[in-house]
């Protein structure tokens, strides 16, 4: 092949390249755009929503925006703000406990101080803290899930034959209270798991109720705020 027609068919592959290039250019970066927007999505649906709340916050006062005006709902950020103040007022801290999660807000209420040992009935001491959180169930919209946990000691009763039936009995007491005092029957739903969640430490079922003391962390009912329905 000549010289000549060699250098013009390298010379037509330049200017191809040089005209696909742009083309070329747009598309890796619509690509790396949407690969972004698809991390952020998912870091966004396993962020503790409380967390985020004050971060978008954050990134408004930095760059200068205007405070946000108060709406007539709770957001997540101020139903734990809340929470923590009742708490505090009531000097429960230590007993009561509120935590954040991706779920949402969890109340954790032990049973100590709310039923009876083998009992469903809620006992009337804590009927004044659970009404504290009414306003922030009247004024929010987050779907709530009462749970109620135990420890692994089995029960057998005529009414409860095990602690399946004594956990769920649970939280359904505490949705009912809540029922009968105005919240909508709508936004609750109430879930019994035994002793298949215990909150204190161990491998196991088994080595999370060595002693009274981890016994007492794991019998609770647990009033959870959640981000998804």
């Known amino acids: 092949m000549p010289e000549a027609t060699k250098q013009s068919k390298i010379q037509k592959l330049l200017e191809t390249s040089g005209e696909e290039e742009p083309w070329l ?6 690509m790396t755009l949407l690969m972004t927007f698809f991390v952020l999505m998912f ?16 990134i408004n006062k930095a760059l ?13 950020k101020q139903i734990y703000q809340q929470v923590s103040a009742v708490i505090e ?10 935590e954040t999660s991706p779920r949402g807000v ?6 100590s101080i709310s ?27 987050f779907p709530i899930a009462v749970e109620g946990h135990t420890d692994n000691v089995p029960i057998k009763s005529p009414i409860y034959p095990s602690n399946w039936e004594l956990s769920s009995a649970r939280a359904a007491e505490v949705v009912r209270y809540y029922i009968d005092r105005g919240v909508p029957s ?3 739903r109430a879930i019994g798991y035994a ?35």
Not at 25 to 30: A, G, I, W
Not at 64 to 76: A, C, R, V, W
Not at 106 to 111: C, L, V
Not at 201 to 224: L, M, P, Y
């Open 25 to 30: 250019v747009t598309y890796s970066d619509m």
């Open 43 to 58: 870091s966004m649906s396993t962020i503790d929503p409380v967390k985020l709340e004050s971060f978008g916050d954050s």
């Open 64 to 76: 200068g925006g205007t405070q946000k005006k108060k709406t007539e709902q709770y957001s997540m």
């Open 89 to 98: 007022q009531e000097k429960l801290k230590g007993v009561i406990e509120v």
């Open 106 to 111: 969890s109340i954790k209420i032990p049973s």
């Open 115 to 141: 039923f009876a040992s083998g009992s469903a009935n809620l006992d009337p001491r804590i009927y004044p803290i659970l009404d504290k959180f009414i306003p922030m169930m009247l004024q929010s919209k």
């Open 186 to 188: 709508t936004r609750f």
């Open 195 to 229: 002793d298949t969640r215990p909150r204190a430490a161990g491998r196991t079922i088994e080595e999370s109720n060595i002693d009274e003391n981890q016994k007492a962390q794991n019998r609770r009912v647990e009033i959870f705020f959640l981000t998804l329905g």
